[in-house]
C-alpha cells in the first residue's frame, strides 16, 4: 500500500505507476475532522492517472453516498464515473448489515 497527498495529483502522479498500481482508492468527499470535498481537477486528473496506468479508480462513498451531498452519490458533483465505488453505512442508514 502506497500512499499520496490528498488533492496533490502531482504526489498521486508519482505513484501511481502502470504494471504497479491495481487501484486507487479516493473518497470524493473527506468526513472525517471536518468536510473536505475533492478538487474536480483532482478527481479528474486521477480518473486520466488509472486510465492511464491500466488501474481500476475506487470512490469510497462511505459517508458521502446516498444522497447525502444532494446526489445519490458524491462523485456526481464532480463529473467523474469510478470504477467502483464501496458503500457500507448508507445502505442501512449507519446500521451494520
Known sequence: VVSAEYGDLESAAR?????????????????????????????QGLRQLCDDAGALLVFDEVQCGLGRTGKLWGHEHYGVSPDVMTLAKPLAGGLPI
Open 15 to 43: 505513484v501511481i505507476q502502470a504494471g504497479r498500481t491495481a487501484a486507487v482508492f479516493v473518497e470524493p468527499v473527506q468526513g472525517e475532522g471536518g468536510v473536505f470535498p475533492a478538487q474536480t481537477e483532482f478527481l
